[in-house]
C-alpha cells in the first residue's frame, strides 16, 4: 500500500530564516505531488504541482519554492521566512494517469515569530 | 474557471442526528467529486468520491450523489457520533486541476 510521510511534523522558525520540508511517498512511482497551504481557520491553497522529476508547476507567486529531486520526493523551501508563511502544510500525491483523487500526508505545521 | 461552493459553517448538532453539507460546483465537462474529512491537527482523508453522474460515493455511513442537473454533491449521514466532529471539503477535480471548497466544520455534542 501507499504511504506518504512529511517532516517536520511541527517547526518554529524566526523570521528570515530558511525553510526546507520534505515529503515523500512509498509504494507507488511516477506520482503527481502537490504542496498546499492552510492559514488557521481557512480552506486549501495550492502552492506547487508537479507531474515528474525537476517538473514544477507554480500557482501563486511566493517567496516559497518547491523541487522534486527524486520521483517520490517533494521539498519545499524558502531563503527567508515572512510572518505570513506561517500555516499549516500539506502534501499529497495523485496516481495520475487519469485517476486524480488526492491522498494527504498528516502536515507540517509552521509558526514564523 | 471550475470552483466549489460549501455551506458555511460551523455546523454543531447533537449525537444522532441527520447532518446535511451542501456543495455545489461549477465546471466544464466532467469533473469527479470528492469529499474529504480532515480531523484535527491532521492531513485531509478522502471520504468517499464519485465519477460521473448519478453515482453516490459512500463510505463509513455518509453519502453523497453526484447530481449533474443540480450541479450539486451534498453530504449526508443519518445518525452522526461525537467522533465525526472534523472540518468536511468538498471537492472536484476535472483533468488533474483540483478544487476544494471552503470546508465547513462540523461539531457534534453528546
Known amino acids: 500500500s501507499q504511504t506518504i510521510h512529511q517532516w517536520p511534523a511541527t517547526l518554529v522558525q524566526p523570521v528570515g530564516s530558511p525553510l526546507s520540508l520534505e515529503c515523500t511517498v512509498e509504494?507507488?512511482?511516477?506520482?503527481?505531488l502537490y504542496w498546499y497551504r492552510q492559514a488557521a481557520g481557512r480552506g486549501l491553497q495550492l502552492l506547487f504541482y508537479?507531474?515528474?522529476?525537476?517538473?514544477i508547476s507554480s500557482e501563486v507567486p511566493q517567496n516559497l519554492s518547491a523541487s522534486r529531486p527524486q520521483d517520490r520526493q517533494f521539498i519545499l523551501s524558502s531563503k527567508k521566512l515572512l510572518l505570513s508563511d506561517s500555516g499549516f502544510y500539506l502534501c499529497?500525491?495523485?496516481?495520475?494517469?487519469?485517476?486524480?483523487?488526492?491522498?494527504f500526508g498528516p502536515g507540517t505545521r509552521l509558526t514564523v515569530t | 474557471g471550475d470552483s466549489v461552493t460549501q455551506m458555511e459553517g460551523p455546523v454543531t448538532l447533537s449525537e444522532e442526528a441527520f447532518l446535511t453539507i451542501n456543495c455545489t460546483y461549477t465546471a466544464t465537462g466532467y469533473p469527479s467529486l470528492f469529499w474529504y474529512v480532515q480531523y484535527p491537527g491532521e492531513g485531509l482523508q478522502l471520504l468517499l468520491k464519485?465519477?460521473?453522474?448519478?453515482d453516490k460515493g459512500s463510505n463509513k455511513g455518509f453519502e453523497a450523489t453526484y447530481r449533474k442537473e443540480t450541479t450539486s454533491f451534498h453530504l449526508e449521514k443519518g445518525s452522526v457520533q461525537v467522533s465525526d466532529s472534523a472540518v468536511y471539503f468538498c471537492?472536484?477535480?476535472?483533468?488533474?486541476?483540483?478544487?476544494f471548497g471552503a470546508g465547513t466544520r462540523l461539531t457534534v455534542k453528546p
Open positions: 471537492a472536484l477535480d476535472n483533468n488533474n486541476d483540483m478544487r
Open positions: 509504494g507507488t512511482s511516477n506520482p503527481n
Open positions: 508537479s507531474v515528474g522529476i525537476g517538473q
Open positions: 464519485a465519477t460521473k453522474a448519478d
Open positions: 499529497a500525491w495523485s496516481p495520475g494517469h487519469g485517476s486524480y483523487e488526492q491522498y
